[in-house]
């Protein structure tokens, strides 16, 4: 009757670490195309992509509306000129429903085009321009988020990025939880088999 404990315990592990595996195969990526005006696409500046489906949310105007669809738009916008207290209202003036205001920012004049963070908010300073310099993003991954800058245009370059808080950890999905307790049980199986053949 043990034995057919284990054996059944074995095949649950098993499934687990299928599901696991196959959700993180099935997981897309989360492209977003930012334009001076988003109803013209001759005015699109860059492209923002994150290695998860769903994992951020980009401010499409200024009153503070967020877009998570799957066609996600992104408009420009114009923070001038891009110091620190500047860019702080900013965000703070355009937060998602449900987000505390910020005292301050950290800003990195390094970034390349291939980045991650777990800030709560991003601010993307776009070309040396004094108008549509700017674009915002509120990252939904739960943790870090991988992002890659594709600029389009000649003066869209990356200048800098400025984070603003830290997102709160999520807890892992019950697939993960269901292949983590699978990973134990299989252990544990071995342990029994090695100590029966001793």
Same mark, same amino acid.
Request: net charge neutral; charged share 10%.
């Given at each position: 009757?043990?034995?057919?404990?284990?054996?059944?315990?074995?095949?649950?592990?098993?499934?687990?670490?299928?599901?696991?595996?196959?959700?993180?195969?099935? +997981?897309?990526?989360?492209?977003?195309?930012? /334009?001076?005006?988003?109803?013209?696409?001759?005015? !699109?500046?860059?492209? %923002?992509?994150?290695? +998860? =489906?769903?994992?951020? $949310?980009?401010?499409?105007?200024?009153?503070?509306?967020? =877009? *998570?669809?799957?066609?996600?738009?992104?408009?420009?916008?114009?923070?001038?000129?891009?110091?620190? $207290?500047? $860019? %702080? &209202?900013?965000? @703070? !003036? &355009?937060?998602?429903?449900?987000?505390?205001?910020? *005292?301050?920012?950290?800003?990195?004049?390094?970034?390349?085009?291939?980045?991650?963070?777990?800030? $709560? /908010?991003?601010?993307?300073?776009?070309?040396?321009?004094?108008? /549509? @310099?700017? !674009?915002?993003?509120? @990252?939904?991954?739960?943790? +870090?988020? =991988?992002?890659?800058?594709?600029?389009?245009?000649?003066?869209?370059?990356?200048?800098?990025?400025? #984070?603003?808080?830290?997102?709160?950890?999520?807890?892992?999905?019950?697939?993960?939880?269901?292949?983590?307790?699978? %990973?134990?049980?299989?252990?544990?199986?071995?342990?029994?088999?090695? #100590?029966?053949?001793?």
């Amino acid at each position: 009757m043990m034995s057919n404990f284990f054996k059944n315990f074995r095949l649950l592990a098993i499934a687990g670490l299928a599901l696991v595996a196959a959700a993180s195969a099935s +997981q897309a990526s989360t492209i977003a195309t930012f /334009y001076n005006d988003v109803s013209n696409s001759a005015t !699109a500046r860059f492209t %923002l992509t994150a290695t +998860q =489906d769903n994992a951020f $949310e980009v401010l499409v105007n200024l009153s503070g509306v967020f =877009d *998570s669809t799957a066609a996600l738009l992104g408009t420009v916008f114009t923070v001038h000129p891009p110091n620190e $207290e500047n $860019e %702080l &209202n900013f965000v @703070n !003036a &355009n937060l998602q429903t449900g987000s505390t205001a910020f *005292s301050g920012g950290t800003k990195d004049n390094g970034v390349g085009s291939i980045f991650s963070t777990t800030a $709560e /908010y991003l601010l993307l300073k776009i070309g040396g321009g004094k108008t /549509y @310099n700017m !674009a915002m993003i509120h @990252n939904l991954s739960g943790g +870090q988020l =991988d992002l890659t800058f594709t600029q389009l245009t000649e003066h869209s370059g990356l200048s800098h990025i400025t #984070a603003f808080g830290n997102v709160t950890a999520v807890p892992l999905p019950a697939g993960a939880l269901l292949g983590l307790a699978g %990973l134990g049980g299989l252990a544990l199986v071995g342990r029994r088999r090695k #100590a029966a053949a001793a």
